[in-house]
């Protein structure tokens, strides 16, 4: 049975800083990984997906990294802002159905 | 339209009712989701409809939770003699496909609170 974990369950930086948010998952069969990010009262924004084939994807400050056989995915934040702050969730899909199955999230806060 | 819609945002009821939450997708999209996400928690998968038919629905809790789409647009999930473990916000998304070439939309949720 798939398990994600994220790590840390929150963290709080002072703006300008780099952060890196880790997740990691127990099967390796995955057919993609991704990254969301979710504000308070609102649902999910999807920040980026990795195929299993690909090794990262970047848009803008944000870049993201899967290493498949070590069950381990990074998402790196560039220069955070306070409007980083929320919830980032990763996710991964198996290679049968579409479901996704999710980590707890790290809960991220950029203080000014 | 434009994003995933659901209602009602906000549910509150007595425990042991009966309960429909609804969810109307992306036009178009053939693939529907939903998800239980507990406070504190990521979301937790249920239930997924390719079309009118439910794909996967070994998320579902037990015989209490039952969810349709008859015709493969507009999603409803029961929820019948509510308990207060059933709190949480219930989360639906579409997609295209599966989700294998593209992202998942998500709803902002129905916030389900059982008294």
């Known amino acids: 049975k798939q398990e994600v974990t994220q790590i840390p369950a929150a963290l709080s930086v002072p703006e300008g800083e780099n952060l890196v948010l880790n997740c990691s998952f127990t099967d390796s069969a995955i057919y993609n990984l991704q990254w969301f990010r979710q504000d308070p009262g609102k649902g999910l924004t999807s920040l980026l997906l990795?195929?299993?084939?690909?090794r990262e994807q970047t848009s803008g400050r944000l870049n993201a990294s899967l290493d498949k056989s070590s069950g381990r995915s990074t998402l790196y934040i560039a220069a955070s802002q306070p409007g980083d702050s929320a919830t980032y969730l990763c996710a991964v899909k198996g290679n049968q159905g579409g479901k996704l199955i999710f980590g707890q999230g790290t809960e991220l806060s950029v203080k000014p | 339209g434009a994003g995933v819609s659901q209602t009602p945002s906000n549910k509150v009821t007595e425990k042991g009712k009966y309960v429909e939450l609804r969810c109307d997708p992306i036009s178009g999209h053939t693939a529907l989701y939903w998800y239980r996400q507990s406070l504190g928690q990521g979301p937790e998968f249920l239930i997924y409809?390719?079309?009118?038919?439910?794909?996967?629905d070994s998320g579902l809790p037990n015989d209490r939770f039952f969810a349709v789409r008859p015709e493969g647009s507009v999603s409803t999930l029961k929820i019948q003699r509510t308990e207060r473990g059933d709190s949480a916000v219930y989360l639906c998304?579409?997609?295209?496909?599966?989700?294998?070439?593209?992202?998942?939309?998500f709803g902002s949720g129905t916030r389900l609170t059982v008294v």
């Open positions: 990795i195929q299993s084939s690909q």
């Open positions: 998304a579409s997609s295209s496909w599966t989700g294998e070439a593209y992202g998942y939309t």
């Open positions: 409809f390719q079309g009118t038919g439910a794909a996967d």
